[in-house]
Nanobody, 126 residues
Framework: QVQLVESGGGLVQAGGSLRLSCAASGRTFSNYAMGWFRQAPGKEREFVAAISWSADVTYYADSVKGRFTISRDNAKNTVYLQMNSLKPEDTAVYYC???????????????????WGQGTQVTVSS
């Protein structure tokens, strides 16, 4: 069984930064692409970023491109989301998820991801 545990969320002022972490259990972490999604109050969950198994390919939602960076450390079974220049509209619960394969589909569909963390709250004040 794969478990994903997010951390690093919190309250930050607009323009600030946060780094989210997602620690994965299991020895096969490095074989799978990983993604970050978020869900704001009253809205559907949306794709944020994805990274391939070897980190050779990354992909971002237009809303975060140039501000957020996804990375991974396969030795630590951890994927990160560095978030800079945060805006109030970035406020959401952030989830990490494991893809079903080594690479991800740029359709950014949730159906591609088979394991999810419990989420971590990010609140950006204006």
């Amino acid at each position: 069984q794969v478990q994903l545990v997010e951390s690093g969320g919190g309250l930050v002022q607009a323009g600030g930064s946060l780094r989210l972490s997602c620690a994965a259990s299991g020895r096969t972490f490095s074989n799978y692409a990983m993604g970050w999604f978020r869900q704001a109050p009253g809205k559907e969950r949306e794709f944020v970023a994805a990274i391939s198994w070897s980190a050779d390919v990354t992909y971002y939602a237009d809303s975060v491109k140039g501000r957020f960076t996804i990375s991974r450390d396969n030795a630590k079974n951890t994927v990160y989301l560095q978030m800079n220049s945060l805006k109030p509209e970035d406020t959401a619960v952030y989830y990490c998820a494991r893809s079903g394969g080594r690479y991800f589909n740029t359709s950014a569909s949730e159906r591609e991801y088979d394991y999810w963390g419990q989420g971590t709250q990010v609140t950006v004040s204006s």
